[in-house]
């Protein structure tokens, strides 16, 4: 099994920064995609951004050019970098990874979640 934990959410005022970082374990080899989702309270969970084992980013609309996602292969983290944090950016933000590939040469394969960490931006 996969298991993910996340760290670095909180309170901040309205055009500071935080930092989340997520850390994988497990028997695991590599990682395909690695990525960042959050859910507001009533609204439904949505992608923050995505960055792939070739350092391929994506990210939604709202928080371009403020976000900024990376990862550490070797220590199996993805990062959030997030800057210029605005109160609507309030949410649970969770962590996902998909296809794992547990030994060399096998197919990746599964889509394991964080339990998640909340950000609150006051105004």
């Known amino acids: 099994q996969v298991q993910l934990v996340e760290s670095g959410g909180g309170l901040v005022q309205a055009g500071g920064s935080l930092r989340l970082s997520c850390a994988a374990s497990g028997t695991i080899f590599s990682i395909d995609s690695m990525g960042w989702y959050r859910q507001a309270p009533g609204k439904q969970r949505e992608l923050v951004a995505v960055?792939?084992?070739?350092?391929?980013?994506n990210y939604a609309a709202s928080p371009k050019g403020r976000f900024t996602i990376s990862r550490d292969n070797a220590l199996k983290t993805v990062y959030l970098q997030m800057n210029s944090l605005k109160p609507e950016d309030t949410a649970v933000y969770y962590c996902n990874v998909k296809g794992v590939r547990r030994w060399p040469g096998v197919i990746p394969s599964g889509d394991y979640w964080g339990q998640g960490t909340q950000v609150t931006v006051s105004s």
């Open positions: 960055i792939t084992s070739g350092s391929s980013t």
